[in-house]
């Protein structure tokens, strides 16, 4: 059974394409760039494992560089968690409002937090993972004073439950949480970003998640025959859809090493182009799949 520690390592290393190369983590031991890539390991079939809850310190960190703005209209509503019934709904329901949570802890929202964190906690109690919220979990919420500390409270939530889900074997849930918080990260972000440039960070950060969600898709197939699983991979078709079309290059390797411009480049010498077409299409299906998986009627 792995360590936190290993959990910890392959979340970073499905994360990192879209996230980590946003900006320096200040807490990063790992700042140099040469010993960066050294830490990242082959996603490969003993690794390829869906761990794609979101961190709160891993999601959302172009915040600290203020290339995002906080709108709380891209949040899935709180009442809709009435909606959420059984258990495919609750799990998928969990992943969008942790990744909800991880949001507005992201931009400091304290009082949202709170809100959020209470429906999370709700929703956690229904599908067997209430030990995760503890008393003093909620105390700790109820202390903040900083962005930083509510973010580590929030990560912190965030590596419990992934730990909990491994240790008990519970693999689908944590597929259907992933799912979840996967695709509410995307729906944030691409309404945050709404306008389209061929050189704008952030599109070329979402354009990147083809890779994680190939992953993803590899990880869920892995499960077919459970019916929840079966019905998700037939939903996730539209995002599938607009991703197999975008075109992977050959770039030059100063490209890859473009400090200032922060260019995203897929293993060393590749990079992964999205039109504005594309990258429309691509906002739309988002739009579509979160919308249908939060059992909004829209």
Excluded at 75 to 97: M, V
Excluded at 186 to 199: E, G, K
Excluded at 213 to 221: A, G, K, V
Aim: hydrophobic residues 35%; proline residues 1%; contains cysteine.
């Amino acid at each position: 059974m792995k360590s936190q520690s290993q959990l910890i390592k392959i979340t970073l290393v499905l994360f990192i394409m879209l996230w980590v190369s946003a900006c320096n983590d200040e807490n990063n031991e790992t700042n140099d760039g040469d010993k960066t890539n050294k830490d990242v390991v082959e996603i490969n079939d003993d690794n390829l494992i869906t761990y794609l809850i979101p961190s709160p310190k891993d999601m959302f960190k172009l915040t600290s560089e203020e290339k995002l703005t906080y709108s709380d209209k891209v949040l899935n509503k709180k009442e809709n968690a009435e909606k959420y019934i059984d258990t495919k709904s609750l799990e998928i329901g969990f992943g969008i409002y942790s990744a909800d949570l991880a949001y507005v802890a992201a931009f400091n929202q304290t009082s949202t937090a709170g809100e959020y964190l209470k429906i999370v906690e709700d929703i956690s109690d229904k599908i067997g993972l209430g030990a995760v919220f503890s008393g003093s979990l909620i105390d700790r919420f109820k202390k903040i004073e900083s962005k930083d500390s509510l973010l580590k409270v929030t990560n912190d939530t965030y590596y419990d439950i992934v730990k909990f889900l491994e240790e008990n074997d519970r693999n689908t849930s944590l597929s259907l949480i992933s799912v979840g918080g996967w695709v509410e990260s995307l729906y944030i972000v691409t309404n945050l970003q709404d306008t389209y440039s061929a050189n704008n960070e952030i599109i070329q950060l979402i354009a990147d998640q083809k890779n994680i969600f190939e992953n993803l898709m590899l990880s869920l197939q892995q499960k077919e025959g459970n019916e929840s699983i079966n019905d998700v991979i037939k939903q996730l078709q539209p995002i599938k859809k607009v991703y197999d079309q975008l075109e992977v290059v050959k770039v030059e390797k100063t490209e890859m090493n473009d400090l200032e411009s922060k260019k995203i480049v897929v293993g060393g010498t590749t990079k992964i182009v999205i039109t504005e077409q594309q990258y429309n299409d691509l906002k739309k299906s988002i739009a579509s799949v979160r919308n249908l998986l939060a059992n909004l009627n829209v």
